[in-house]
């Protein structure tokens, strides 16, 4: 009964390697987000979807790409992998854009 | 633009000592405000929010925090701390006209020794 889960936990690739990660949340929420936070621990939004619909797009280079196929599901796929990639990436959902946020427990992308 | 500042980055204290912690925010509208707290190993999790009312709120754990409008801040406090409130914690601002765009502060490192 995970509220917010992320599928893989932990992901080690190789460079130039095209990997996805997927989010799933059962809260019925209609706003998903994706964060990359980096070692030193700063969180940082990549994207932010309401109802399916991109509403926030960071400046964030365009081999990442959101898919949300329904408003449970928010995947994130990284095409041409680079070491800079390495992070550990939080899926989030809340009820409209203004509630608190309930975060998955990450996938730590290793680029090697 | 908002945005968020948490003075303190790394916060080292003794158990039952008193905590507070710092958080700055810019925005030129209403907001709404949150503290979230990751645990070691895990994904963060909220601790308290405010969106409007009394602006001294509590959370979970035992943490409040005050709102102070005047001043832009909304810092974190705890009149005593324990081992297991070793955490990081992120201070967050939410513009209500800024499209739901949630900024987070830098984080402070809390250790608590035993």
């Known amino acids: 009964d995970t509220a917010v889960s992320q599928t893989p936990k932990y992901l080690v690739t190789q460079m130039g390697n095209d990997k996805s990660i997927k989010c799933e949340q059962n809260?019925?929420?209609?706003?998903m987000y994706w964060y990359k936070q980096d070692s030193k621990k700063f969180l940082k939004i990549m994207f932010s979807?309401?109802?399916?619909?991109?509403?926030i797009n960071e400046t964030v280079p365009n081999r990442f790409s959101p898919k949300s196929p329904d408003k449970a599901h928010l995947n994130l796929h990284i095409n041409s992998l680079e070491l800079g990639d390495s992070a550990v990436y939080f899926c989030?959902?809340?009820?409209?854009?203004?509630?608190?946020?309930?975060f998955g427990p990450g996938t730590r992308l290793t680029v090697t | 633009a908002q945005s968020v500042s948490q003075h303190n980055h790394h916060v080292i204290l003794s158990e039952a000592a008193s905590l507070e912690l710092g958080c700055n925010y810019s925005?030129?509208?209403?907001?709404?405000l949150f503290w979230y707290v990751q645990y070691p190993g895990q994904h963060l999790q909220l601790l308290l929010k405010?969106?409007?009312?009394?602006?001294l709120v509590k959370g979970i754990k035992g943490f409040e925090a005050e709102f102070i409008k005047s001043k832009f801040s909304f810092n974190l406090r705890k009149p005593s701390v324990q081992w297991s409130d070793t955490a990081e914690y992120f201070c967050a601002v939410n513009g209500i006209n800024n499209a739901g765009k949630s900024t987070f502060g830098d984080g402070t490192t809390l250790t608590v020794k035993p």
């Open positions: 979807y309401n109802n399916k619909e991109l509403i």
């Open positions: 925005y030129g509208g209403t907001v709404n």
């Open positions: 989030a959902s809340s009820r409209g854009h203004q509630s608190e946020q309930y």
């Open positions: 405010y969106f409007s009312g009394d602006p």
């Open positions: 809260l019925g929420h209609d706003t």
